[in-house]
């Protein structure tokens, strides 16, 4: 039986990683396992079902959008110089964004948007917008 601090490579104690990984105990509930030499230097000591509670049911799903303490408006200046925005479901241009896997939020690029806000309808995939 492995003793709290004890290190070891993964494929020694049954993973397939060939990275070290050190044995740890639970700071809450005592329950010990062998976590990743990478995850102990940013964890807080804590198993996932003790993270969990600690966490007191904030949900990640109340940190979205503008709840988000690091929102900056939904706008991203991308290195080409455009503004990709993020739109949601009830805005009347959500179908012109592009889909993120999983996300509810769409995005579009800001001259688009504005250029069919202009003409009061959807634009298709393949009109070309220009601007100064």
Known sequence: MPKIGDRAIGTSIGNHSWGYYQYVQCSDCDYTRWVAEKTCRTSNGRC???????RKGKS???MR?????????????????????SI???????EMGKANDGHVVRTILEHRLVMARHLGRCLERW????HR
């Not at 996932?48 to 600690?54: A, E, G, T, Y």
Request: charged fraction near 25%.
């Open 48 to 54: 996932s079902p003790c993270s969990l509670k600690s």
């Open 60 to 62: 990640i799903l109340a």
């Open 65 to 85: 959008g503008d709840k988000n303490p690091a929102w900056k408006g939904g706008r991203l200046l991308l290195k080409s110089g455009y503004i990709r925005l």
């Open 88 to 94: 949601y479901p009830e805005d009347p241009y959500f």
């Open 127 to 130: 009109e070309i917008v220009h």
